[in-house]
C-alpha cells in the first residue's frame, strides 16, 4: 500500500499481477508453510499476520511470529518496494517508517532485546542502506551508550554521511538520551530483498523449495503453489488476516495436494505407522476367506459425507470393526491417518500419547493440520466404548483441538461403537461439535442371505449353522467373529442344534458366549 492509500501503481507489482508486499509476504508465508527460519530474526515462523494496524501495531504491512527453541519472538516490518534513506525533513516515507518504529518498540507488547522492527525493500540506494545499517550494527555492538558515543567523537570510525544521518534521525526517534537511542537501533531492522521479481533469484529459490511440498509437480504445480500464497497474501491484506500453519493449510486445501513438511515428516510416519499397526489388528476374514459387504461400507462413506461425526454401531461380533478399517485403509492409500484402538492406547492425554510415540511436535492441533492438508481429516477411532475410563482424555483432548480450532472445521469423526445408543455416543463430543449436522448412524447387523451364501459356499461346515432353523443360532453363527471362531473349530458335518453346543464351541476357544445363548441356556 502507498503511504496515501492509494492502490500501487503497476511499476510498483512483483509479476504476474502481485505487488512487491504480496510476494515478500509470499516468502515469510513459505518458511510458515515448511515450519522454517526466514530473514529478519532467529527461530522458525509460527505465524505471520497482515495489515496489522487496527490490531495494535504500527509496523503494520507484515507481523511474523516466531518460536526460537521456546522463545517467542517477533518482528514488525514495512514492506516497500522502493525507499529514499535519508534524514532530510521532506522525507515523509522515511520518517514515517521510523516514527512507527520507535511506536512500536513503545509498545507493551514489544520485548527488547527480543523483537524486533523496521523494514524491508527492493529498491534502495546501496551506500545509504550501509550508512543505516551502521548505525545499528555499532548500537549492537557496542556494550555501553558511551561506546557508540565515542564513534562519534572527532577520532572517532563515524564518517560524515554517518554522523548526518544519526543527528537528523534523533527528533524523529525520540531518545531523551544516548542510551535511549541506541536501544532503539538496537531492536531496528532494515535489509534489502530483491529478486522476487519474476525470473528472479529469490523468487525461483521460493518456488524450488514449494517444489518439494508438492505431492505430484506436474502442470506447474510449484508455480501454481506459489501464485496461491501471493493470492492468499493479497486477500488477507483487506482483511488484516493472520495466519497460522493449520489456518495456511486449510486455505489451501483443495487447490494444491502437498506432501508432509520435511519439519513433520518423522513425527507423521510415527503415527501413520501406529495407525497402520492398529489395522492390521483387526481381523477381517472368516478363517482365510473374505465377506465383502460394499453396502455398509459404502452407507458409510454417505454418512461421513453428511455429518461431522459417525457412529458405526451393532452387537458385539458383528464386524463393525472390519467395515470401519475397510474404510479407513482406503484413506490410508491416498496419505496419512490417524487411527486409534481402544486397546492400543498408550498414556491418559494426547501429550502422553505423542511422547509414548516419540513425537517431536506433541500439539494435537499441528499434527492434525498436517494429517488433515496431506492425507484425510477423519479422526477414526475402533471400540470408542471399550476405552478405559483413564485413557478417554487422549481422545478427548483431541476432540478439543478440532473444536476450538477454525482451521480443523474440515475434520470429521468416525467410530465403532458396541449397541448402546446414541447418547452415550453423544457424551464424548460437546453439543456444538456435531450441532450443525446432527450425528451419523451406521447400524451394523450379522450377515446377509447372500453374504450368508457366500460364506457358506467357501466354508461348507458352516452352512448348516448359517441356514439353521433355530433363530437364535443363525443370528449368532451370522456374526463374523463367532462365525470365525466356528469354521476353525468345528469339523466337517458337525451340526450344533443349540445354543448349549454352540456355547461349548465357543468357549473352548476362549471367547464369550452372546447375549442370545446366554438367554436359552437360562431356559
Given at each position: 500500500m502507498s503511504p496515501d492509500g492509494k492502490p500501487a501503481s503497476t511499476e510498483l507489482t512483483g509479476g504476474a499481477g502481485f505487488s512487491y508486499e504480496d510476494t515478500v509476504v509470499a516468502y515469510y508465508l513459505t518458511q510458515l508453510l515448511r515450519r522454517e527460519r526466514a530473514a529478519g530474526l532467529p527461530g522458525v515462523v509460527t505465524s505471520v499476520a497482515v495489515q496489522q494496524q487496527g490490531h495494535g501495531n504500527p509496523m503494520d504491512d507484515l507481523v511474523v511470529e516466531l518460536d526460537d527453541v521456546g522463545t517467542r519472538r517477533a518482528i514488525g516490518l514495512q514492506v516497500k518496494k522502493s525507499v529514499i534513506i535519508s534524514g532530510s525533513p521532506t522525507n515523509h516515507e522515511f520518517r514515517g517508517i521510523i516514527t512507527a518504529a520507535a511506536k512500536t518498540q513503545a509498545l507493551n507488547t514489544f520485548t527488547k532485546g527480543t523483537d524486533k522492527c523496521g523494514f524491508v525493500v527492493d529498491v534502495v540506494t546501496a551506500d545509504t542502506l550501509r550508512t543505516l545499517r551502521r548505525l545499528v550494527d555499532w548500537a549492537n555492538a557496542s556494550d555501553a551508550a558511551?561506546?557508540?558515543?565515542?564513534?562519534?567523537?572527532?577520532?572517532?570510525?563515524?564518517?560524515?554521511?554517518?554522523?548526518?544521518?544519526?543527528?537528523?534521525?534523533?527528533?524523529?526517534?525520540?531518545?531523551?538520551?544516548?542510551?535511549?537511542?541506541?536501544?532503539?537501533?538496537?531492536?531496528?531492522v532494515a535489509f534489502r530483498f530483491d529478486g522476487l521479481e519474476e525470473d528472479g533469484v529469490l523468487r525461483a529459490d521460493i518456488i524450488?523449495?514449494?517444489?518439494?511440498?508438492?505431492?505430484?509437480?506436474?502442470?506447474?504445480?510449484?508455480?501454481?503453489?506459489?501464485?496461491?500464497?501471493?493470492?492468499?497474501?493479497?486477500?488477507?491484506?483487506?482483511?488484516?488476516?493472520?495466519?497460522?500453519?493449520?489456518?495456511?493449510?486449510?486455505?489451501?486445501?483443495?487447490?494444491?495436494?502437498?506432501?508432509?513438511?520435511?519439519?513433520?515428516?518423522?513425527?507423521?510416519?510415527?503415527?501413520?505407522?501406529?495407525?497402520?499397526?492398529?489395522?492390521?489388528?483387526?481381523?477381517?476374514?472368516?478363517?482365510?476367506?473374505?465377506?465383502?459387504?460394499?453396502?455398509?461400507?459404502?452407507?458409510v462413506r454417505q454418512q461421513v459425507e453428511k455429518y461431522k461425526v459417525v457412529s458405526i454401531g451393532g452387537l458385539p461380533g458383528c464386524g463393525k470393526s472390519v467395515v470401519l478399517k475397510h474404510v479407513a485403509s482406503e484413506a490410508a492409500a491416498h496419505g496419512p491417518i490417524l487411527f486409534l484402538k481402544s486397546d492400543r492406547l498408550l498414556g491418559t492425554g494426547w501429550t502422553g500419547f505423542a511422547a509414548a510415540l516419540g513425537l517431536r511436535h506433541q500439539n494435537a492441533s499441528d499434527l492434525l493440520a498436517e494429517i488433515g492438508s496431506t492425507g484425510t481429516p477423519i479422526l477414526f477411532i475402533d471400540g470408542i466404548d471399550r476405552i478405559r475410563p483413564d485413557q478417554q482424555h487422549i481422545i478427548t483432548d483431541l476432540i478439543h483441538a478440532i473444536d476450538s480450532d477454525p482451521a480443523l472445521q474440515h475434520w470429521k469423526v468416525l467410530a465403532s461403537s458396541r449397541d448402546q445408543g446414541l447418547e452415550a455416543y453423544r457424551a464424548w463430543f460437546p453439543p456444538k461439535f456435531y450441532a450443525a449436522t446432527g450425528m451419523g448412524d451406521v447400524s451394523v447387523k450379522g450377515f446377509s442371505e447372500e453374504e450368508a451364501e457366500l460364506l457358506a459356499t467357501a466354508k461348507p461346515n458352516l452352512r448348516k449353522l448359517l441356514f439353521s432353523a433355530s433363530a437364535p443360532v443363525q443370528e449368532i453363527a451370522r456374526r463374523p467373529f463367532f462365525a470365525s471362531i466356528l469354521a476353525k473349530a468345528l469339523p466337517a458335518g458337525a451340526d450344533p442344534q443349540s445354543c448349549i453346543e454352540y456355547v461349548v464351541v465357543v468357549h473352548r476357544d476362549g471367547a464369550q458366549a452372546p447375549a442370545g445363548c446366554a438367554e436359552e441356556l437360562r431356559e
Open positions: 558511551a561506546d557508540f558515543e565515542a564513534r562519534f567523537a572527532p577520532t572517532g570510525s563515524a564518517a560524515q554521511a554517518e554522523s548526518d544521518l544519526r543527528g537528523a534521525l534523533k527528533p524523529v526517534i525520540g531518545a531523551a538520551s544516548v542510551g535511549e537511542e541506541v536501544s532503539f537501533y538496537r531492536n531496528f524450488n523449495r514449494l517444489q518439494e511440498l508438492v505431492a505430484v509437480n506436474e502442470d506447474g504445480q510449484d508455480l501454481l503453489l506459489f501464485d496461491r500464497l501471493c493470492r492468499i497474501a493479497r486477500e488477507g491484506s483487506g482483511k488484516a488476516t493472520k495466519w497460522t500453519r493449520a489456518s495456511l493449510l486449510s486455505q489451501l486445501r483443495g487447490s494444491v495436494r502437498l506432501k508432509v513438511a520435511p519439519n513433520f515428516s518423522d513425527d507423521i510416519a510415527r503415527l501413520n505407522a501406529a495407525s497402520l499397526e492398529a489395522l492390521n489388528d483387526v481381523a477381517e476374514v472368516v478363517d482365510e476367506f473374505h465377506v465383502p459387504r460394499a453396502a455398509l461400507q459404502n452407507k
